[in-house]
């Protein structure tokens, strides 16, 4: 079992160029999340997904889409790159299960530095 | 605003014991999540609290008191592989996580 794949692992982009981060889960949770992590900050989340088929924005959704349109995947897109950007991308999964902890399990991470 | 706060960095002795803590200013409160988060690594999952108190898993502990905001966790017997990142995090009103900076713990021998 594989958990969580994160695909590029790192990245460099020029400005203003599109890029789509790729996030696989094998567990079949219902939840996804992507957040970024950028040093002397916490995790901020960037958007969500609940379920296959929706989507909701987190704390930091400017400049970025996903799409949920199977329980497995869920891909993180920036239309045109900033340099504020750089950062290192991580991708969670919990089961979603109300009432319970909802654990969250992370990717490896993609390591993104826009130029 | 939502505010979790945590110490920048400790340095503590190799089989000795440390306290981690956390203090924490959200909208609602459904449970607070220890991660540990090794250089250049992803978060894993430690610890998870709702209920005040103390939850123990092997070596590391975590305490929850909700009236004050506060948790700690408490790792002992130091081994050098403990060397990381601990990231506090609590989960509002609507179940999002509200993550801590973290501390970064140095081991020395």
């Known amino acids: 079992i594989a958990g969580i794949t994160q695909a590029p692992t790192s990245q460099i982009l020029a400005a203003g160029r599109r890029m789509t981060l790729r996030c696989t889960q094998d567990?079949?949770?219902?939840?996804m999340y992507w957040y970024r992590q950028d040093l002397g900050l916490g995790l901020r989340l960037i958007h969500y997904?609940?379920?296959?088929?929706?989507?909701g924005k987190g704390e930091v959704p400017d400049g970025y889409s996903v799409s949920r349109a199977n329980t497995d995947d869920f891909p993180l897109t920036l239309a045109s790159a900033v340099p504020s950007q750089t950062s290192v991308y991580f991708c969670?999964?919990?089961?979603?299960?109300?009432?319970?902890?909802?654990?969250?399990?992370f990717g490896p991470g993609t390591r993104l530095t826009v130029l | 605003g939502q505010n979790i706060d945590q110490p920048t960095e400790m340095t503590a002795t190799e089989g000795a014991i440390v306290q981690i803590n956390c203090t924490y200013q959200?909208?609602?409160?459904?449970?607070l999540f220890w991660y540990q988060q090794h250089a250049g690594e992803a978060p894993t999952f430690l610890s998870y609290?709702?209920l005040d108190g103390l939850e123990e898993k092997g070596r590391f502990s975590s305490f929850l008191s909700r009236s004050k905001g506060y948790s700690y966790l408490l790792l002992k017997e130091l081994q050098m592989k403990d060397s990381a990142s601990y990231l506090c995090?609590?989960?509002?009103?609507?179940?999002?996580?509200?993550w801590g900076a973290g501390t970064k713990l140095i081991i020395k021998p």
């Open positions: 969670a999964s919990s089961d979603g299960v109300a009432g319970g902890p909802d654990t969250q399990y």
């Open positions: 567990m079949r949770h219902n939840a």
């Open positions: 997904s609940n379920t296959a088929g929706t989507t």
């Open positions: 959200t909208s609602g409160f459904n449970g």
């Open positions: 609290n709702v």
């Open positions: 995090a609590v989960k509002d009103s609507n179940y999002q996580l509200i």
